[in-house]
């Protein structure tokens, strides 16, 4: 993943967009592969589709790793925010689900989000993976954690996603 890093830095260094393309690249390189950014395109063409999923995620994997004992360990909810919800959390799920941690999703063009949404607060589901669309104005008590997948780019949205699980009614 970083070799895959740098070589895009090198190669594109002065391209317009190229740091939302190193953020979604650190994010999880198949994210570019969702991606409607001109220059992700580019580089997914020049390397290749199967090029681009044949490069690990370092930080999914971590993240398997932290949660993994949480959820299935522990059995806590967590939720999951990330900047790029729909390019990068299709990718979380399916490692996250392969490895047996249910999700629910909540982001933009996910068509039954409310209904995730429930199935998170019932406890049907482990990890709510959310956009930062999902950060205002949503309540999720249920949870014992809260990630930031990356970090975000403003105090103003770290202040919300991780207010999302810190509620009076909450006994976590």
């Known amino acids: 993943q970083r070799d895959f890093y740098d070589a895009v830095e090198d190669l594109f260094a002065d391209e317009p967009g190229i740091d939302i393309v190193r953020r979604q690249i650190a994010a999880h390189p198949a994210s570019l592969l969702r991606s409607e950014s001109e220059l992700a395109k580019a580089i997914v063409s020049h390397v290749g589709p199967e090029g681009i999923k044949?490069?690990?995620?370092?930080?999914?994997?971590?993240?398997?790793?932290?949660?993994?004992?949480?959820?299935?360990?522990?059995?806590?909810?967590?939720?999951?925010?990330t900047f790029f919800g729909p390019s990068v959390i299709p990718h979380l799920q399916e490692t996250l689900e392969g490895a047996g941690i249910s999700c629910a999703l909540y982001y933009g063009g996910v068509q039954d989000r409310e209904a995730q949404k429930e199935e998170f607060k019932k406890g049907e589901k482990m990890v709510f993976l959310a956009s930062?669309?999902?950060?205002?104005?949503?309540n999720l008590p249920e949870a014992s954690y809260v990630v930031e997948y990356e970090i975000s780019t403003t105090y103003a949205t770290r202040s919300q996603r991780l207010a999302r699980i810190s509620r009076i009614t909450s006994d976590k």
């Open 132 to 138: 930062d669309a999902g950060s205002d104005g949503i």
């Open 54 to 81: 044949a490069i690990p995620s370092a930080k999914t994997e971590y993240l398997l790793d932290y949660l993994t004992p949480l959820t299935l360990g522990q059995g806590d909810q967590v939720v999951v925010f």
